[in-house]
C-alpha cells in the first residue's frame, strides 16, 4: 500500500516536474539583446535576395538602437556577397547557401583566413503555384521533370498540367516555369536538392528577385515557381512536396524543416570576415549578436522564415566572439 | 600693298595651344578606340591558351620505395603555389612527409599510421585529407592526413602534417578479404563497402541522423546483394554519395550497382558489355562531380560513360573514347576541381584529358624513369609523381581553362546525363558541377532578336521615311521630321520596361485567343520586334529620309514629265537613286538592334534558347553580359568568357558597320550620286 502510493506520489511529482518544466523550457528564449556603449561606424551587406527583406528589417530595429551606425543592405543574390566580402565592400554578406570551394578560396587568397558561415534562420524553400490551381502536392520527382531538362530524378517528362495529374482544363494547359537567375543560392539549392544536380530546362523564366517569382506566378494561371516560404502571398499557393521515396506530402513548416521531414528545407547564413587573430568591428558583431536575439529571432518570425532552436543559437554567438 | 601685322604674342600662343589639346585629344580617342579590343582580346585570350605540366623539382625518396610499396601520395601546395608539400604512406602503414624548410624540401622523420597492422592493400584518396584504406586482413580504415597549407599570421604560409585513424570497420569476408572495399564517411555516419571473389557485393552503413541540424545519433543497417561477375574483378570505382558503384572486369564488361535508398531496399544492378573486343577494364574513376565514370583499358584507350535517357530509361553509355596505345591503362587520377583527368598507361605515356569537351588537353611521351604513382592537389594546380627509380616529382599542372577553348563555346557537346549532344548557355554550376559555355545560343538570340525588330521596323521606317520625303505636305515634313527622330531620343530602359510590363501581357492575353495551347512565353520574340524596332526606327528613318531628300528633285521632274505616276517616279528613279543611303540606313539599324541591351535584357526573358519559333525569347549577348556580370569572379572563365561575349559583339556590330561602310560605298559608285 505505501509502496503503491509512493510510487504513485513518485509518479504525480514527475508528472508536475515535467508541467512546470515544460512552460519553463518554453520560456526560455533566447538572449534579448541589450544596447552597448562605443558602437559606431558602418555596416555594409551585400549578398542573397532571400535574405534582403529580413536583412532591411534588422537595419531598421539595429538603427533604432543604435542611431550613430549606417547600415546599407543590398541583395541581388547570393554569389554576389564572396566577391563583396573578399574586395571589402561588405562587412556581412547574408548568403542563402553556403560558400563553394572556390568562393573560399578567392576569400583566402586575399585576406589570408577563411570566412565564416553564421547560421541565422531556418527557410523552407517552397514550390508556388496559381492560387486557383488545383493540384493537391508534388514530388520531388515530379519537380525535376517540370524544371529540369535532363530529370535526373527519372520521371516522364512534365510540360502539362495533365501529366502532373490534373483533369479537365487543367490536363491541357502548359506549365509556365519561373526560377531565379544563376546568382541566387535558391537558385543553386533547388538545383542540387530538387534537380540531383541536373540541368534547368531553358524555357524557366529567370526571375532577378524571390519577389519577382511570386508575383510571376501570381499573375500566370499555369505558373509555377520557387522561393523562400517568407515571400509567401495571398495570391499564389505553397505545395506540400513528398520526397519520392515513397513518402507522404510535407507542408513546409519549421517543425517539419527542423525534424528532416521536408526535403528542400534550409539554413540561412550571413558570412562575416572573421580574422581569427582580430575581433570583429564592434558594429558587425552587435549586428549579428542582434540578429542572434530574442529581438532579432521574433523579426525572423515575422518575416516568415523560422527561428533557430536555442542550441544552435548558442553556437552562432559562440562563432562571433 | 598693305603690309599684314604680325599676330601678338598672346594670339600666338593660344593657336599652338589649341592646337596641341586638338591633337592630343584626337589622338586620345584613336587610342582609346584601339585600346578597347586590345583590352577585351587581352581578357579573353587565355580561355585559348594551351594547358601545360611544368617540372618543379626532384626530390629522393627516403629508402628509395618504388611504387610497388607505395600505397598512396599526397600533395599539397599553398595559395600562392610557391610552397608545396608531399606525403608517402608506405604500404606497411607508415608515412612520410615532406614539406618546405631552411635548405628546401626535406623529409620528416617516418611515422606510424595506427590502426589495423596489417599492410595495406588498396588505398583511394576521398578528398578532403580522407583515405579509405583496404588492409590484407579484410580491415577497413577511415584515415585522415591533413597536409594543407595555413596562414602563419605573418604573411606566409606554414603546413602541419598530422594523421590519424578516423574509423574502422571489419569487412573480412568467410574466406577471403575483399577483393575491392571502401569506407568513407565521418564521425556521424559512414558507409562500408565491400565487393569479395564470390560476387558478393556487402555494404555496412550507419546513416546520418535525419533532420536539418543533423543531431542525435545515426541508424545503422546492413545488407547486401550477390552479383554475378561475368569474369575476374579487375577495377572498382564507388562514387562520393555512395549510391553508385561500377565494377569492371577482365572481359570487358562494367557492371553498375545501384546502392541509392536504404537500407531495406535491395541492391540493384546491371551489367553492361563495354567492348565488344573483351578487352579488360583496367582502370575505373569518377569524375569530379559524381557522375561521370573515366574507364581505361588494356589496349590503352581511355573513355568516359555515363548514364544517359534512352527510351525513358537511364542507361550505362559511352559518352567520348580516346584512341588505344601505349599499353594498358594502369591509373586514371581526376581532377578535383574539373571534369579533366590524367591516364598513365604502361610504357610510362601520360594523357591529360577533359571529359565535357572531349579533348586530350596533353600529351607527355613515355619517359624514364616511368611514374608509377600520381597524386594531384586539391586544388588541381599540383602534381606528385613517383617514379620508378623512388624518386618524387613535383610538376606545376597549369590547367588554363579546360571547359573553354573552340569545342567549348563553338561545338555541339554531350553534357553529363544529356539524351544527346546540344548547344548549352549554363554558366552557373553549383559546387563541382559542370558549366556549359556554348555561345551558340547568345549569338543566336542577338541574330534572333536583331532579325524580328528589322523585320518590324524597315518597311515602318522605310515607307515613312517615302511618305514624308516625297508624299507629304512640305510643311509636314518640317514638323513631323524632328518629331520622328526625337523617339530616338526615349532612353531604352523605358522602352524596355514598357515592353516588358505593358505590351507583354497586352499581347498575351490579345493572342491567347487564337493560340489555343500552344506553348507562348510571355516575354517573346514578338515584343523584341515590337519594343526593338521601335528604338530603331528613328535611326533607319531618319537616315532614309536625308538620302531620298537628297535625290535631285530634276530627276523626279523628268520622269513625270515624261508621263509617270507619282509611284511610278519614286519607284522607278528616285528609290534606286537614293539606294545606297537606305541601305547604309537598314544597316545602321540592324547595328544598333544587335548592340541594343537594355530592351532584350528586360523583355526577352533571357532564356537561352535556339528556336525559329516567334512565342518564345532569346537571351542575346549583350545582355548576357549584363546579366551574368555580378555573379562572375575576377579572372574566372565566366568572366574571361564574359570578354569572349564583348569582344563577339564587337566583332559582330564592327562587321555590320563595315558592311554598310563598303557595300554602301559601292552602291554609291554604281549609282552614282547621292
Known amino acids: ?321 | 600693298m598693305k603690309k599684314l601685322r604680325p599676330l601678338p604674342n598672346f594670339s600666338r600662343l593660344a593657336d599652338w595651344a589649341a592646337e596641341a589639346i586638338i591633337t592630343i585629344a584626337g589622338l586620345a580617342v584613336i587610342l582609346t578606340l584601339a585600346a578597347m579590343p586590345a583590352l577585351m582580346l587581352k581578357e579573353a585570350a587565355p580561355l585559348f591558351l594551351p594547358p601545360g605540366l611544368k617540372p618543379l623539382g626532384k626530390i629522393e625518396s627516403p629508402e628509395k620505395l618504388d611504387p610497388g610499396q607505395v600505397a598512396a601520395l599526397i600533395v599539397s601546395a599553398d595559395l600562392s603555389g610557391k610552397n608545396r608539400a608531399a606525403g608517402l604512406l608506405a604500404r606497411d602503414g607508415r608515412l612520410a612527409f615532406a614539406v618546405p624548410g631552411e635548405g628546401g624540401m626535406a623529409f620528416l622523420p617516418w611515422r606510424p599510421l595506427t590502426g589495423s597492422a596489417a599492410a595495406i592493400r588498396q588505398a583511394e584518396n576521398l578528398g578532403g585529407g580522407k583515405f579509405s584504406l583496404l588492409r590484407e586482413d579484410g580491415v577497413l580504415n577511415l584515415a585522415q592526413i591533413d597536409l594543407e597549407f595555413a596562414s602563419d599570421g605573418k604573411g606566409g604560409t606554414v603546413v602541419e602534417p598530422a594523421a590519424r585513424i578516423l574509423l574502422e570497420v571489419e569487412m573480412g569476408g568467410e574466406t577471403a578479404p575483399p577483393l575491392y572495399a571502401m569506407l568513407r564517411g565521418d564521425g556521424a555516419s559512414h558507409q562500408a563497402l565491400a565487393v569479395y571473389a564470390d560476387g558478393t557485393v556487402r555494404e555496412k552503413r550507419l546513416a546520418p541522423p535525419r533532420g536539418l541540424l543533423r543531431r542525435g545519433g545515426g541508424i545503422a543497417s546492413e545488407r547486401e546483394a550477390r552479383i554475378r561477375l561475368p569474369a575476374s574483378l579487375s577495377a572498382a570505382a564507388l562514387n562520393r554519395s555512395g549510391d553508385t558503384l561500377y565494377l569492371g572486369t577482365g572481359e570487358g564488361d562494367l557492371i553498375k550497382v545501384d546502392l541509392s535508398g536504404d537500407s531495406d531496399s535491395e541492391i540493384a544492378w546491371e551489367a553492361v558489355p563495354a567492348f565488344p573486343d573483351r578487352r579488360p577494364v583496367t582502370a575505373l574513376a569518377f569524375l569530379n562531380g559524381d557522375y561521370a565514370l573515366a574507364v581505361g583499358d588494356g589496349l590503352g584507350g581511355t573513355s568516359v560513360w555515363f548514364p544517359r535517357r534512352e527510351n525513358g530509361e537511364f542507361r550505362l553509355r559511352r559518352a567520348v573514347a580516346w584512341p588505344i596505345g601505349g599499353g594498358a591503362v594502369e591509373a586514371i587520377t581526376p581532377s578535383l576541381r574539373d571534369r579533366s583527368f590524367l591516364s598513365l598507361r604502361r610504357d610510362g605515356s601520360l594523357s591529360w584529358f577533359h571529359s565535357t569537351t572531349a579533348r586530350e588537353l596533353l600529351a607527355v611521351p613515355a619517359r624514364n624513369p616511368k611514374p608509377g604513382l600520381l597524386a594531384v592537389s586539391s586544388r588541381g594546380d599540383n602534381l606528385l609523381s613517383l617514379g620508378s627509380d623512388g624518386n618524387l616529382e613535383f610538376q606545376a599542372m597549369d590547367s588554363a581553362y579546360p571547359e573553354a577553348g573552340w569545342n567549348g563555346f563553338f561545338r555541339r557537346l554531350l553534357y553529363e546525363g544529356y539524351e544527346r549532344a546540344a548547344f548549352v548557355w549554363q554558366s552557373t554550376a553549383p559546387e563541382s558541377g559542370e558549366p556549359k559555355l556554348s555561345l551558340v545560343p547568345l549569338v543566336w538570340g542577338s541574330v534572333k532578336a536583331a532579325a524580328f525588330a528589322m523585320l518590324f521596323a524597315t518597311p515602318l521606317a522605310l515607307a515613312a521615311a517615302v511618305f514624308l520625303s516625297q508624299f507629304a505636305p512640305p510643311a509636314w515634313r518640317a514638323c513631323l521630321k524632328p518629331v520622328v527622330e526625337m523617339l530616338a531620343a526615349v532612353p531604352s530602359v523605358v522602352v524596355g520596361f514598357l515592353a516588358a510590363l505593358w505590351l507583354a501581357p497586352l499581347l498575351e492575353s490579345r493572342l491567347r485567343f487564337f493560340l489555343g495551347d500552344q506553348p507562348y512565353d510571355q516575354r517573346n520574340s514578338l515584343v523584341i520586334a515590337v519594343a526593338l524596332g521601335f528604338a530603331v526606327i528613328p535611326n533607319i528613318f531618319s537616315l532614309a529620309e536625308d538620302a531620298i531628300s537628297a535625290v535631285p528633285n530634276s530627276l523626279a521632274a523628268a520622269a513625270l514629265a515624261l508621263g509617270a505616276s507619282k509611284w511610278q517616279a519614286v519607284r522607278g528613279v528616285v528609290l534606286p537613286a537614293a539606294a545606297p543611303g537606305i541601305f547604309t540606313a537598314v544597316m545602321f539599324g540592324l547595328g544598333r538592334a544587335v548592340g541594343e541591351t537594355m530592351i532584350v535584357l528586360m523583355a526577352a526573358g533571357n532564356t537561352p534558347i535556339i528556336s525559329l519559333s516567334p512565342y518564345n525569347g532569346m537571351r542575346t549577348l549583350s545582355a548576357n553580359i549584363a546579366v551574368e556580370m555580378p555573379e562572375a569572379p575576377v579572372g574566372g572563365v565566366l568572366f574571361r568568357t564574359l570578354f569572349l561575349c564583348s569582344l563577339l559583339l564587337f566583332a559582330l556590330t564592327l562587321g555590320i558597320n563595315l558592311t554598310a561602310e563598303i557595300l554602301g560605298h559601292r552602291l554609291r559608285r554604281k549609282y552614282g550620286s547621292p
Open chain 1, 1 to 321: 500500500m505505501f509502496r503503491n502510493s509512493s510510487r504513485k506520489a513518485l509518479f504525480l511529482s514527475l508528472v508536475l516536474l515535467g508541467l512546470t518544466a515544460l512552460p519553463a523550457a518554453a520560456a526560455d528564449s533566447p538572449p534579448v539583446y541589450r544596447q552597448v556603449a562605443g558602437v559606431a561606424g558602418n555596416v555594409n551587406s551585400v549578398g542573397s535576395d532571400t535574405l534582403n527583406n529580413l536583412m532591411a528589417l534588422w537595419s531598421e530595429a539595429f538603427r533604432e538602437i543604435y542611431p550613430n551606425v549606417a547600415v546599407q543592405v543590398e541583395g541581388k543574390g547570393s554569389s554576389t556577397a564572396p566577391p563583396a566580402l573578399t574586395a571589402g565592400a561588405a562587412q556581412i554578406g547574408p548568403m542563402s547557401r553556403l560558400m563553394k570551394t572556390s568562393e573560399i578560396e578567392g576569400f583566402e587568397k586575399s585576406r589570408g583566413f577563411k570566412p565564416t558561415p553564421v547560421a541565422v534562420a531556418v527557410d523552407c524553400l517552397a514550390i508556388y503555384v496559381h492560387r486557383d490551381n488545383p493540384i493537391p502536392s508534388l514530388s520531388l520527382p515530379q519537380a525535376d521533370a517540370i524544371f529540369s531538362s535532363t530529370r535526373k530524378l527519372n520521371h516522364a517528362e512534365i510540360a502539362r498540367w495533365g501529366e502532373a495529374g490534373l483533369t479537365g482544363d487543367w490536363a491541357n494547359r502548359a506549365i509556365s516555369v519561373y526560377g531565379r537567375n544563376a546568382a541566387s543560392g535558391t537558385y543553386a539549392f533547388f538545383k542540387e536538392i530538387a534537380m540531383g544536380n541536373g540541368d534547368y530546362k531553358n524555357s524557366v523564366k529567370e526571375q532577378p528577385g524571390s519577389a519577382a517569382v511570386v508575383n510571376g506566378v501570381a499573375g500566370d494561371l499555369g505558373g509555377i515557381g520557387y522561393s523562400g516560404i517568407g515571400y509567401r502571398t495571398s495570391e499564389v499557393r505553397v505545395l506540400p512536396v513528398a520526397d519520392g521515396k515513397g513518402g507522404n506530402p510535407v507542408e513546409p513548416t519549421f517543425v517539419n524543416a527542423l525534424n528532416g521531414k521536408y526535403p528542400l528545407a534550409r539554413l540561412l547564413y550571413i558570412y562575416i570576415p572573421k580574422d581569427p587573430k582580430q575581433p570583429l568591428p564592434a558594429a558587425t558583431r552587435e549586428f549579428l549578436r542582434f540578429a542572434l536575439s530574442s529581438q532579432g529571432q521574433e523579426l525572423v518570425e515575422r518575416e516568415g522564415y523560422g527561428a533557430l532552436p536555442l542550441d544552435v543559437l548558442a553556437e552562432q554567438l559562440k562563432l562571433i566572439e
